[in-house]
Nanobody, 118 residues
């Protein structure tokens, strides 16, 4: 089973940077997509960025131009720059695998807290 584990969160001042990492054990050929989501207290989980199997990236409007998603074999990254207080949230790594044409599974990490102070 895929077990994503996030790391790299912390407390930073507005304008600062953080790099989040997500280690996972999924086979590259089984991955259909990966992404980062975030959830602030009392709010729903929002898509931050995703990367497709061909390397195409997508960014949410609120982070475009400030965040960069990338990956290697067993790690998904999110480089965050120019952080704002509204970026404060728990950030979750998502790995989607499609082992068969009939099955698709989403795996989530435990989340890592990012807090941006003003």
């Amino acid at each position: 089973q895929v077990q994503p584990v996030e790391s790299g969160g912390g407390l930073v001042q507005a304008g600062g940077s953080l790099r989040l990492s997500c280690e996972h054990n999924a086979r590259m050929r089984a991955i259909s997509g990966m992404g980062w989501y975030r959830q602030a207290p009392g709010k729903h989980r929002d898509l931050v960025a995703r990367i497709t199997t061909d390397g195409t990236t997508y960014y949410g409007d609120s982070v475009r131009g400030r965040f960069t998603i990338s990956r290697d074999r067993n790690t998904l990254y999110l480089q965050m720059t120019s952080l704002k207080p509204e970026d404060t949230a728990v950030y979750y790594c998502n790995v989607k695998i499609t082992p068969t044409v009939e099955r698709t599974y989403d795996y989530w990490g435990q989340g890592t807290q990012v807090t941006v102070s003003s």
